[in-house]
């Protein structure tokens, strides 16, 4: 008898583990996901920015030369 509660408290404590690791898991990843949107989103507006500049500097040479 003692050892069919050994046993189910060994299958417990084990279970418990399990979720808690499931759980580190589960926020790594989550981390991990909002950090590479981060990462996107910075390349997206670095992006947007450069080509946003591009788009002007034709304009600003052309008005520094007395071309419109």
């Known amino acids: 008898m003692k050892i069919l509660l050994q ?3 060994v299958e417990e404590d084990a279970e ?4 808690t690791m499931m759980v580190d898991v589960q ?3 989550e981390a991990k ?3 590479a ?3 996107a989103e910075h390349r997206l507006s670095t992006k947007w920015t450069k080509m946003h500049e591009k788009q002007e ?3 600003r040479r052309s ?6």
């Not at 008005?63 to 419109?68: F, L, T, Y």
């Open 7 to 9: 046993l189910s408290e």
């Open 16 to 19: 418990r583990k399990a979720r």
């Open 27 to 29: 926020r790594k990843v």
């Open 33 to 35: 996901v909002a950090y």
């Open 37 to 39: 949107l981060h990462l």
């Open 57 to 59: 500097q034709p304009i």
């Open 63 to 68: 008005a520094q030369h007395g071309i419109c």
